[in-house]
């Protein structure tokens, strides 16, 4: 099969299960956002020099993959996408997200102390990190602007969005200590 279907030459696309809708519909601007997120997370991924970094971000883009088929998933088709087996953002999961940000904080020993200046004092990584920081808050948003009914995937961004701050700022900090 061709990546160049033309399909969606005239402004639709086709979510999971072949329900069409507008380039333009909110859920196409979530997933959209997310599938950004993971590109960013990507380019910090490159950016490191650190096993436990690449593995953590590896780890991530992996549950942003089953999140955007989720949110590609019309809400009447979504009992028919757990049937199937494809990939669901679970509570587990956005528990063992707030783990590895509280073990992160821990680690790091550090306090919030007003804003971060991204770039400042840091690596390519972190830097990368600080981006997609900010992309993840923008997705949470549209998330939320587009209706999402599981509020587990919410509360996965919005813990994401923490976790790479302290990820950043672990990278500022020369990179020592665990990465989960």
Not at 91 to 98: E, F, G, R
Not at 109 to 125: K, Q, S
Not at 165 to 173: G, K, N, V
Request: charge should be negative; aromatic fraction near 6%.
């Amino acid at each position: 099969m061709s990546i160049t279907t033309q399909r969606g030459d005239g402004g639709r696309t086709e979510l999971m299960f072949g329900r069409e809708v507008a380039k333009t519909h909110p859920t196409v601007a979530a997933y959209g956002e997310v599938d950004e997120l993971n590109a960013a997370l990507g380019l910090a991924r490159v950016f490191s020099t650190r096993a436990p970094v690449t593995d953590a971000l590896a780890a991530r883009q992996a549950e942003l993959i089953g999140l955007m088929g989720e949110l590609a998933t019309a809400p009447e088709d979504r009992e028919r996408y757990a049937a199937a087996g494809y990939a669901r953002l679970t509570a587990a999961t956005a528990d063992s997200l707030t783990a590895a940000a509280a073990a992160l904080e821990q680690d790091l020993n550090t306090r919030f102390h007003g804003w971060a200046t991204p770039g400042a004092d840091t690596t390519p990584c972190g830097a990368a990190l600080d981006l997609a920081r900010t992309i993840c808050r923008r997705a949470e948003r549209t998330v939320l602007a587009a209706g999402e009914s599981n509020p587990d995937i919410v509360r996965y961004l919005n813990r994401l969005s923490d976790f790479l701050w302290l990820l950043a700022r672990q990278e500022a900090a020369g990179g020592g200590g665990k990465t989960t």
